[in-house]
């Protein structure tokens, strides 16, 4: 029994590691111990050794409040793999599946959008924040995805988040916020659970194929929400010169948030063609086994 910060250098063989966090995807206490003789099968699935450095198997459920996982590794490599488990917290598409449930129950209730942001976005906010540990598993390597890529994705949205609809109250009501919650919200149910299949080695094709042809709609969808959603906030950031910054001053700088915003919406005009294209060419790659040379970001 230990904590997160167990010497894992000093450890061989395969191990177990069971871990219980007070809500999904949070740090918690970790039990390992050696899996010889252990591993039994875990909610009918058999956890055995494949040979890799990553977590061979992983496993979580729980509820709403608290999550289990279950995982078993070898430590042929010094590497913290109990860590990278953690940190990648493969039961992010049960996170988001609260905001898709969150979402519906507040439409079947109310039947209307108008509140909708209002009920969910603290949630929203905690995950969506949450997603910038993508960028640290990219820079850590712990994930081989192009840190470019998970940046400009992960910074786009904290900035919508944050930025645009949570500093703009008039906004939250419009019906392009509903567009990129709901495209953000599906996208992520889908590629989260094509990681957790794909670590279990039980990948259903559905899954897979929803991966890589359900952005082909929701990437302009959540886009266009996005954009939408600024345009819409440009009159009031004009009127208010909210986190705008006015000459003179002592520090003789001038910001205008208005501007920022019209830079920003321009932004988006080379960046997002090449995410999207990146799409493509994994959606080649990962369903018509294309192989793709791709040039270093
Ligand atoms: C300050 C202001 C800045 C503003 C900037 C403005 C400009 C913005 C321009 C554009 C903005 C776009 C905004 C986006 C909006 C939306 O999201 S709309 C909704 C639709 N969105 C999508 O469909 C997103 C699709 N895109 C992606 O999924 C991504 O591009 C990606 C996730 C960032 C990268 O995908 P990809 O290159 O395919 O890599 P990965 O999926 O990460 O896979 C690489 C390998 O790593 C493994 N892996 C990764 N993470 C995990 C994990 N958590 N657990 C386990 N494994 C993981 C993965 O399995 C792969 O492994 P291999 O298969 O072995 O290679």
């Given at each position: 029994m230990g904590s997160l910060f167990l010497p894992f250098g000093a450890l061989s063989d395969r191990f177990l590691c069971m871990g219980m966090t007070p809500y999904p995807g949070a740090p918690g206490l970790v039990?390992?111990?050696?899996?010889?003789?252990?591993?039994?099968p875990v909610a009918g699935l058999r956890l055995q050794d494949n040979g890799l450095t990553r977590?061979?198997?992983?496993l979580a459920f729980g509820s709403e409040h608290f999550s289990f996982f279950f995982f078993c590794f070898s430590t042929d490599t010094f590497?913290?793999?109990c860590v990278k488990c953690l940190v990648l917290g493969q039961v992010r598409d049960r996170r988001w599946l609260v905001l898709a449930i969150a979402m519906v129950r507040f439409y079947m209730e109310k039947g209307t959008h108008k509140g909708l942001y209002k009920s969910v976005q603290k949630t929203l906010k905690f995950f969506q924040t949450f997603a910038l540990l993508e960028i640290v598993h990219c820079l850590i390597g712990i994930v081989p995805t192009s840190v470019i890529v998970a940046g400009v994705q992960v910074s786009s949205r904290i900035f919508m988040v944050w930025l645009v609809t949570h500093s703009i109250k008039p906004i939250?009501?419009?019906?392009?916020?509903?567009?990129?919650?709901?495209s953000w919200t599906v996208t992520e149910i889908t590629r989260y659970s094509f990681y957790t299949f794909?670590?279990?080695?039980?990948?259903?094709?559905?899954i897979k194929w929803a991966r890589y042809n359900f952005f082909i709609i929701l990437y302009p969808v959540g886009v266009a929400g996005e954009l939408l959603t600024i345009y819409a906030a440009l009159p009031y950031v004009k009127k208010t010169g909210m986190f705008s910054i006015r000459l003179p001053n002592?520090?003789?700088?001038?910001f205008d948030y208005y501007y920022f915003l019209l830079i920003t919406m321009a932004s988006y005009i080379p960046l997002f063609p090449q995410l999207y294209f990146h799409m493509l060419r994994q959606r080649r790659k990962v369903l018509h086994g294309e192989v793709i040379v791709e040039k270093d970001d």
């Open positions: 039990s390992l111990w050696p899996s010889s003789g252990c591993p039994p977590p061979n198997k992983q590497e913290p793999i939250q009501n419009e019906e392009s916020v509903v567009l990129f919650l709901v794909s670590l279990l080695d039980h990948l259903p094709y559905f002592k520090y003789n700088i001038s």
